[in-house]
């Protein structure tokens, strides 16, 4: 996991501090902490499907952070969540789990 600090645009490096995960154009998988307590998901899932209409999103329960599948960088999904009114603090890009069968 490459934890990411919203805002940071400082290369990825394999140090421990906050970065800005590689935008490759591809789906990428985060876990997404936002600055808010109780987001209305309705209004995250429309803002991230305008962008990418294959998108999921939903809430761990365990801890209420956002689990997001988009075809979008981690510069662009802040963007995003900030313009529907909901600022991440903190943004982790996941490892892929994509097999490649589907062609994407």
Same mark, same amino acid.
């Given at each position: 996991?490459?934890?990411?600090?919203?805002?940071?645009?400082?290369?990825?490096?394999?140090?421990?501090?906050?970065?800005?995960?590689?935008?490759? +154009?591809?789906?990428? !998988?985060?876990?997404?902490?936002?600055?808010? #307590?109780?987001?209305?998901? #309705?209004?995250?899932?429309? #803002?991230?499907? #305008?962008?990418d209409p294959a998108a999921i999103?939903?809430?761990?329960?365990?801890?209420?952070?956002?689990?997001?599948?988009?075809?979008?960088?981690? !510069? !662009?999904?802040?963007?995003?969540?900030?313009?529907?009114?909901?600022?991440?603090? !903190?943004?982790?890009?996941?490892?892929?789990?994509?097999?490649?069968?589907?062609? +994407?």
């Amino acid at each position: 996991m490459t934890p990411v600090r919203a805002g940071c645009t400082r290369p990825a490096q394999d140090d421990p501090a906050p970065v800005s995960a590689r935008d490759d +154009g591809g789906t990428m !998988e985060f876990r997404i902490r936002l600055a808010t #307590a109780a987001p209305d998901m #309705a209004v995250i899932d429309d #803002a991230l499907r #305008a962008v990418d209409p294959a998108a999921i999103v939903d809430r761990d329960p365990a801890d209420g952070a956002l689990r997001a599948t988009v075809w979008v960088g981690v !510069e !662009e999904l802040v963007a995003v969540l900030t313009q529907a009114g909901y600022p991440p603090g !903190e943004v982790q890009q996941l490892a892929s789990v994509c097999c490649g069968d589907c062609s +994407g």
